[in-house]
């Protein structure tokens, strides 16, 4: 290994905790002790750090091998896991592997064969199939909400990849509801079931906005001018209805992105990263939102669309209210419809005359370079104070890709740093900078 491994004190030191909570530490504890795991806790409780945790204890620095194999059902879950772990500095590689970008790409990546892969199922059985990594040295299987994986019509190629691995020792599970069966084919005999189901999340507060139309986006637009600048999603059943929705707040003044499966996936990846760094406070956005996006500070969600399902409203509501913080769902209800079930009784919240929120005040910057060409965040940061002359507060989050960067900067400021920094080189490479349209 090129870098220092770091120990689990370290990790947290970087990732600014300084402790565990009750369910990250029962998880990591069992995960050293049993082979079989299966952690049930509410979304936002910090399920991956649980497992991450205790597998990069466990990996073999000596070996230059896969040795751990998370699946996820989703591409945006996929980058968000292999993102906490370039986070945590632990000095092991990390690759993903997932659909709507070259399988080209995942081969040269691979060829440098990371200790953790993170992917989705379709892709990573495809590249078991095809060979391109040695399956002979993972000890360590995750399905990560392994529940939605099988809901979304992956049975078969988990199954694939259960098959494909023949020297597993330690299997892992981990979903945000309970599921009444554990999938068979992926073998376990006595798993240890590590459950916070029950004890929910307190600090969600759930509440009902009464539409007097059948048509609720008139009531939307009234909602998020009583909610002002706050970060929050707009959940829709359908994808039809987003960009109907997206039409009508932009008419109206209001900022937002929009997230949903149809869209490319570099599209989606951008929408996520100007949401991530404040350039577009809300996002609208279907069931692909509800897992995957792991943005803390969420400060609400709102559902245009009543959910079809428990699980559904589950984890849209667990977008917020996310590690410790507070957050409240919103329920939009046209005043002849009737709330399922699952839903219950609400509060209503009466809606004060405001005024439209003000436009964000950063703006997203495209760099065309990026991890593999040597370039790192202190880097780009040290170029924009030096070269565009920001100060500090004038620079927000960075987050950088493999072959490209996108940066915050304070929208005011934004013009002038593409005029100072485009096609200027940082290390070795010429690059191209741009507003993030």
Request: charge should be neutral.
């Amino acid at each position: 290994m090129s870098k220092q491994i770091k120990n689990q004190k370290e990790i947290l030191e970087k990732l600014g905790i300084e402790q565990l909570n009750p369910m990250q530490e029962e998880a990591r504890l069992a995960i050293h002790s049993a082979t079989e795991v299966v952690v049930l806790s509410p979304t936002g409780t910090g399920k991956t750090l649980a497992f991450l945790l205790p597998i990069i204890e466990e990996l073999d620095e000596k070996l230059e091998e896969v040795q751990a194999l998370i699946i996820t059902p989703t591409r945006e879950l996929t980058i968000q896991i292999e993102q906490v772990i370039r986070e945590m500095g632990t000095g092991y590689k990390v690759d993903s592997a997932y659909g709507g970008r070259s399988f080209s790409k995942d081969k040269i990546a691979l060829k440098h064969r990371p200790a953790i892969l993170v992917g989705t199922p379709g892709r990573v059985a495809a590249h078991l199939r095809r060979t391109t990594f040695s399956a002979e040295n993972i000890r360590t299987l995750v399905l990560d909400e392994f529940d939605k994986s099988l809901e979304v019509g992956f049975e078969d190629e988990m199954s694939e990849i259960v098959e494909a691995l023949p020297n597993v020792e330690k299997k892992i599970l981990t979903s945000a509801t309970k599921s009444s069966d554990m999938p068979e084919f992926v073998g376990l005999r006595k798993p240890v079931f590590v459950d916070y189901l029950d004890q929910g999340v307190p600090k969600l507060t759930i509440k009902k906005v009464i539409s007097p139309n059948k048509d609720k986006m008139e009531t939307l637009f009234k909602t998020l001018c009583h909610l002002g600048n706050q970060p929050g999603i707009v959940f829709c059943n359908f994808k039809d209805s987003i960009q109907r929705l997206s039409d009508y707040l932009t008419e109206k003044g209001i900022s937002h992105g929009c997230f949903y499966g149809g869209l490319e996936q570099n599209d989606r990846e951008q929408a996520l990263i100007k949401f991530r760094n404040g350039t577009h406070q809300i996002i609208i956005a279907t069931d692909l939102a509800a897992r995957g996006i792991d943005v803390s500070e969420i400060k609400f969600i709102i559902h245009y669309h009543l959910p079809l399902r428990a699980e559904e409203f589950t984890h849209r509501n667990g977008r917020t209210a996310r590690m410790h913080n507070k957050g409240t769902a919103y329920v939009l209800q046209w005043e002849n419809e009737f709330l399922p079930d699952f839903i219950g009784h609400l509060e209503e919240e009466f809606l004060e005359e405001t005024a439209v929120p003000q436009p964000s005040s950063w703006e997203t910057i495209f760099i065309s370079g990026g991890r593999k060409d040597k370039i790192s965040k202190g880097d780009i940061a040290g170029t924009f104070f030096r070269q565009a002359g920001l100060k500090k507060e004038e620079l927000g989050i960075i987050e950088l890709k493999n072959d490209c960067a996108f940066v915050a900067v304070a929208a005011s400021r934004a013009n002038y740093v593409v005029e100072k920094l485009d096609n200027i080189r940082l290390k070795k490479k010429k690059v191209r900078v741009r507003i993030l349209e």
